[in-house]
């Protein structure tokens, strides 16, 4: 046992009584919540360190879906995002193999490791998503999977023997790709967010965008916000999520100028001002991947990544999957919202959760 | 730089050697990773989600934390005084009587904050524990309380609507169960307490007042103790052993349990500093001198080191205990009879049927007890008609014969007085004509003098 340490913290305390002793409170404490002013320092802040050391223990997991047509360089963002070969590219096709038939659904989970933080990673790809020609309904095999997830976790949850931490399939965000075109979202882009911004966190993203001048782009960016609007589709960050008015500064901020994030992906080193960076090389130039003046691929990285990360899987699990629930026990019960599982089962609680028998 | 590039993918190059090497020691774990065909990826940059736990933490301190705390023990053996110690803070002002006839639990909730972190404490005290003549039932309303507490947890984690990321956690965390210095052993009360606890709440047993205990007897005292708890079969809350950066102080500090505390908010002068002591004509007890007694120790392990872990365990292993055995008891099970998974829905579905059963009978039940109550009613208020009916023919009965005498008695009157009349002028007839015979002069003059007037 480390004797110094506790002395210091004596030490500190004490040093703390006798220059300035703080005044105790005059008025008998009434039984009520009440801000208590510490007489020195105890120690309660050290269940910062506690936490982070436990979260690090046991890692973290993240699941994040692409969905775009196909040749959009969704594979090649997810590699640029986190730095490493995570989806295979689909462009070693050659014409013979089919193009398939519906929307399929590939998983494919990778353990990566930063700074003692470990992450379970799981990239969903969506290959055949609007390749067809008759794209009806392609969205439906992706909310059914995602709907799939999320009963999964229902499952684990209501069982009466549990796991200690239920595996964590559900998924956080979603990236859809939208086409560069310059002038309009599409019907099937209007269609696949107007569905699943209900269900999932969906970031639109507007893919291959050293295809557009910066006037061009800017132009673009505005109108796809305006049709966003217009049809009401909520994209992450969602207005009615915001927590505190730091928060919704900070989130308005985010979407009223940044998104929809327009992004190159590469995962080509090339040498540029004596330094080593992603991009891709044209005659004209070569694209840096990570400067802010070529595209907006940094800021998709830290908004994802950095910052909103933990955010993204709170909202999931708080407001997505307890939607899920309520409708799921809702549908099956027939019960009015509100009422337990378990009906008449359960007795009356009372509504305060200390019975305090004075 | 490009040297640093390359430098820092050698070195999580090497990171991920050694990590696989020690990843490959916890073997279940990493054949589960194979089964779900999950690969181990290097990064050739830095990606930046190191920054997790920060974001994670950041959200916590938003939200707050909560701490609740039940100490259990003898009415004025220090537990307010230590709470107020602990913390630093002049908690509540008064003193509980001895005489109160059960035990009961009182509670009461606090704000503190420290730097950025805000903290909901809740300390639960028993009132009047072991006090009473007879003890045989002091521990049931402590169970009982811990009880109701997993009970609302577990009410709203089976709402279909719920909030569970807003819920304040009233969920005990920590029992502190103050021993008195005797000196010899555990009381029988104290034994029988804890065996009912330990399986429902993180137990720190406490030497209360240990500075009646001299240093000799306390070493001895708490080899007796221990030794009478582990005997007994008692769990008490070990301190966690699994992180290596803790995992010394902690394997320490389970050998010192229970630790022996003083409790004081008086501060005394020793030397030129001023701490908190109690002072006696023989010297001055310190409470944060280590050579004084183990309240430092306490509460480092208590606040410092293990408060979350301390919550975690309540959560992982307490509640879900009592999660389990309640869902059991209600008849929902995991796995039907032939050993097939049930469904929730399943199990759902038959208990609700039987509960409709159940409230169909019941409707009847009522309806037939409403139905007959209405009849019987009925009848009551026929039978006063009835009554009414009767007493009003009665009554006109009599008026009747009333009528009819008094008209029998009139007509009687009438008759005499017709008599009476007819006797009356039969009798002037027969007066005027005797009168007549004699007075007929009388009449001729009266009529002569009454015609000369004329």
Sequence with gaps: ?358 | MASSEVGRHLLFQSHMATKTTCMSSQGSDDEQRKRENIRSLTMSGHVGFESLPDQLVNRSIQQGFCFNILCVGETGIGKSTLIDTLFNTNFEDYESSHFCPNVKLKAQTYELQESNVRLKLTIVNTVGFGDQINKEESYQPIVDYIDAQFEAYLQEELKIKRSLFTYHDSRIHVCLYFISPTGHSLKTLDLLTMKNLDSKVNIIPVIAKADTVSKTELQEFKLKLMSELVSNGVQIYQFPTDDDTIAKDNAAMNGLLPFAVVGSMDEVKVGNKVVKARQYPWGVVQVENENHCDFVKLREMLICTNMEDLREQTHTRHYELYRRCKLEEMGFTDVGPENKPVSLQETYEAKRHEFHGERQRKEEEMKQMFVQRVKEKEAILKETERELQAKFEHLKRLHQEERMKLEEKRRLLEEEIIAFSKKKATSEIFHSQSFVATGSNLRKDKDRKNSNFL
């Design chain 1, 1 to 358: 046992m480390s004797k110094g340490l506790p002395e210091t913290r004596t030490d500190a305390a004490m040093s703390e009584l006798v220059p300035e002793p703080r005044p105790k409170p005059a008025v008998p404490m009434k039984p009520v919540s009440i801000n208590s002013n510490l007489l020195g320092y105890i120690g309660i802040d050290t269940i910062i360190e506690q936490m982070r050391k436990k979260t690090m223990k046991t890692g973290f997991d993240f699941n994040i879906m692409v969905v775009g047509q196909s040749g959009l360089g969704k594979s090649t963002l997810v590699n640029t995002l986190f730095k490493s070969q995570v989806s295979r590219k689909a462009s070693s096709w050659n014409r013979e193999e089919k193009i398939p038939k519906t929307v399929e659904i590939k998983a494919i989970g990778h353990v990566i490791e930063e700074g003692g933080v470990k992450m379970k990673l799981t990239v969903i790809d969506t290959p055949g998503f609007g390749d067809q020609i008759n794209n009806e309904n392609c969205w439906e095999p992706i909310e059914k999977y995602i709907n799939e997830q999320y009963e999964k976790f229902l499952k684990e949850e209501v069982n009466i023997a549990r796991k200690k931490r239920i595996p964590d399939t559900r998924v956080h965000c979603c990236l859809y790709f939208i086409s560069p075109t310059g002038h309009s979202l599409r019907p099937l882009d209007l269609e696949f967010m107007k569905h699943l911004s209900k269900v999932v966190n969906i970031i639109p993203v507007i893919a291959k965008a050293d295809t557009m001048t910066l006037e061009e782009k800017s132009e673009f960016k505005q109108r796809v916000r305006k049709e966003l609007e217009v049809n009401g589709i909520e994209f992450y960050p969602q207005k009615e999520f915001d927590e505190d008015l730091e928060d919704k500064t900070e989130n308005d901020k985010i979407r009223q100028e940044s998104m929809p994030f327009a992004v190159v992906g590469s995962d080509k080193e090339y040498q540029v001002n004596g330094k080593r960076v992603l991009g891709r090389k044209t005659p004209w130039g070569i694209i840096e991947v990570e400067n802010l003046n070529h595209c907006e691929f940094a800021l998709l990285r830290d908004f994802v990544i950095r910052t909103h990360l933990q955010d993204l899987k709170e909202v999931t699990h708080n407001i997505h999957y307890e939607t899920y629930r309520a409708k799921r026990l809702n549908d099956n019960g027939g019960l009015p919202p509100g009422e337990g599982l378990l009906g008449n089962v359960l007795p009356p609680v009372p509504a305060t959760p200390c019975p305090t028998a004075e």
